[in-house]
């Protein structure tokens, strides 16, 4: 089975910065694409930003130039640095990996839980 465990969420103030986790773990041999996804109540899932393994990403252009994705391979693992935050913002964020679990095997997507964060004064 894989796991994906999201931490870091909270509640920061418009302006502040926050920076949220995602560790992927279980029986992985190799992850390709690794994402960050947000919902917002009332509010479809939006894609936030994704890092590839080698390392190319991709934002939202409503976070361009406030977000930072980055990954680390050998921790299974992906960090969305978040400056000047918005109430926009606020929502569920959630992450999803590409994951193939044996050498031989087809990738399958894998989700987390999700962490809240809020942006409020």
């Known amino acids: 089975q894989v796991q994906l465990v999201e931490s870091g969420g909270g509640l920061v103030q418009p302006g502040g910065s926050l920076r949220v986790t995602c560790v992927a773990s279980g029986s992985i041999f190799s992850i390709n694409v690794m994402v960050w996804y947000r919902q917002a109540p009332g509010k479809q899932r939006e894609l936030v930003a994704d890092v590839t393994s080698g390392g190319s990403s991709n934002y939202a252009d409503s976070v361009k130039g406030r977000f930072t994705i980055y990954r680390d391979n050998a921790k299974n693992t992906i960090y969305l640095q978040m400056n000047n935050m918005e109430p926009e913002d606020t929502g569920v964020y959630l992450c999803?990996?590409?994951?193939?679990?044996?050498?031989?095997?087809?990738?399958?997507?894998?989700w987390g839980q999700g962490t809240q964060i809020t942006v409020s004064s």
């Open positions: 999803k990996a590409l994951v193939r679990r044996e050498a031989w095997s087809r990738e399958y997507n894998y």
